[in-house]
């Protein structure tokens, strides 16, 4: 599969746990991001790395919320003490921007539904 | 303000309708504009990039106004398959670092 890999699918997690989850991006993309989906509404942006470089994060992303991409390959999304508030579908995205505004292959992952109980 | 703004519907049409979903976004400057689609609990798909001079694929017609900030979306002879959620972006910066989603117009399509 070729795709872009989110890991797991699907998770329940009692309010003030800590939970983690995995985005695997397309093996020759650079460019790796994470945005939330509440129902009913668009995805949010959250960050994006360029390699293993945090570039730019949201406001939404509070101090409990911190993504890291260590090796510029697959990344994690840490929610610490997670709130009723954070249940929401995680996605992860991966593009190749080659430079000078050029960019390919802008493919989202399918998910990771979070609930918060 | 919402930065990017659609009707979230939903329209209910019989198969063979024609139908056309209304976007605006707040930021003037915005670089680069899509129209992507996103199916019940499935990840959001590319459908269409969007043009100033206006673009074509198949049954799908997108507009972009940068003057009055809107962009549309005609879709002819709507099939059972285009029933899905449409959401209309924005990139404020170019390139495609972050995308500016609106929450999404939803499409039914029945016999």
């Known amino acids: 599969d070729t795709g872009v890999s989110q890991d797991p699918r699907h998770k329940i997690t009692k309010r003030g746990q800590n939970v983690t989850f995995r985005c695997d991006p397309i093996s020759e993309h650079n460019r790796l991001y994470w945005y939330r989906q509440t129902l009913g509404q668009g995805p949010e942006f959250l960050t994006y790395f360029q390699n293993e470089a945090q570039l730019e994060k949201s406001r939404l992303l509070s101090d409990r919320f911190s993504a890291e991409r260590p090796k510029g390959s697959f990344s994690t999304l840490e929610i610490q003490r997670t709130e009723q508030g954070d249940s929401a579908m995680y996605l992860c995205?991966?593009?190749?921007?080659?430079?000078?505004?050029?960019?390919?292959?802008?493919?989202f992952g399918s998910g990771t539904r979070l609930t918060v109980v | 303000r919402k930065e990017v703004e659609q009707d979230p519907g939903p329209f209910n049409v019989p198969e063979g309708a024609t139908v056309a979903f209304n976007c605006t976004y707040s930021n003037s400057a915005s670089q680069s504009f899509f129209w992507y689609r996103q199916d019940c609990r499935k990840e959001p798909k590319l459908l269409m990039s969007?043009?100033?001079s206006g673009n074509e694929d198949g049954r799908f017609t997108a507009q972009l106004n940068r003057a009055s900030q809107y962009i549309s979306l005609l879709i002819r002879d709507s099939k059972l398959s285009d029933s899905a959620t449409y959401l209309c972006v924005v990139n404020p910066e170019g390139g495609y670092n972050k995308l500016i989603f609106g929450a999404g117009t939803r499409l039914a399509v029945h016999p």
């Open positions: 969007v043009y100033s």
């Open positions: 995205a991966s593009s190749l921007e080659a430079g000078r505004g050029h960019y390919y292959g802008y493919t």
